[in-house]
């Protein structure tokens, strides 16, 4: 079982829509989760940590359940330039590796 | 952005060649990471550096050695490159604040092996 598993989508949006999805990761010890951006053929980009109590940060939420092991990411407005791949990152328990997930690609149009 | 750097960032070479992948970083951080990046794999840890001369494996090391003889960079070779290791490199750096988790990559190297 992968450590971080995600639904690759495509999730295919017009502009203005909120879109949403979850990823699940296996390690009940992890205790930092982020999302991270990828743009094609670039480097990936912290977006936002992860809180127990969620956050919110402008168009952006995040929330985490960990007695279910689940964390998701809520856009709401989509804009063209949010199209991209949200990765999911998982800390490995007490030390400073992190797990990802292969990623959910997200498309805005117009 | 964080201060990291990546050379080459492109590369092509042939099966059974050496090739040396640099990462520089100008912020202090204490521990640096290269992954490998894969369609349908993700991210994938190589090895990662846990402050000078101190290295360790990732999940995916065979075939790949490190070395960190100073904070500011860290060197993956390939000592001898298959075409298997056809991919794009990422190095990552964190540790700024001892409680900090979060990672900040670098620009990527693509390497080709033919």
């Known amino acids: 079982r992968k450590e971080v598993e995600q639904d690759p989508g495509p999730f295919n949006v017009p502009e203005g829509a909120t879109v949403a999805f979850n990823c699940t990761y296996s390690?009940?010890?992890?205790?930092?989760f982020f999302w991270y951006r990828q743009d094609c053929r670039k480097e990936p980009k912290l977006l936002m940590s992860v809180y127990s109590s969620g956050n919110e940060d402008g168009r952006f939420t995040a929330q985490l359940n960990r007695a279910s092991q689940y964390i998701s990411l809520l856009i709401r407005d989509s804009k063209l330039s949010d199209s991209a791949t949200y990765l999911c990152v998982v800390n490995r328990g007490n030390d400073y590796k992190l797990s990802f997930g292969a990623g959910t690609t997200v498309t805005v149009r117009a | 952005d964080a201060g990291i750097t990546q050379s080459p960032r492109h590369k092509v070479t042939e099966t059974g060649t050496p090739v040396t992948l640099r990462c520089h970083q100008t912020e202090n951080h204490r521990y640096m990471y290269w992954y490998r990046q894969d369609p349908g794999h993700g991210l994938r840890l190589i090895h990662y550096s846990y402050g000078v001369k101190d290295t360790d494996k990732g999940e995916v090391s065979d075939g790949y050695s490190v070395s960190r003889s100073k904070t500011e960079d860290f060197l993956l070779t390939l000592e001898s490159a298959t075409s298997s290791q056809t991919s794009v490199y990422f190095c990552a750096i964190s540790g700024h604040r001892d409680s900090s988790y979060e990672q900040y990559f670098g620009p990527g190297t693509r390497l080709t092996v033919t």
């Open positions: 390690n009940s010890a992890s205790q930092s």
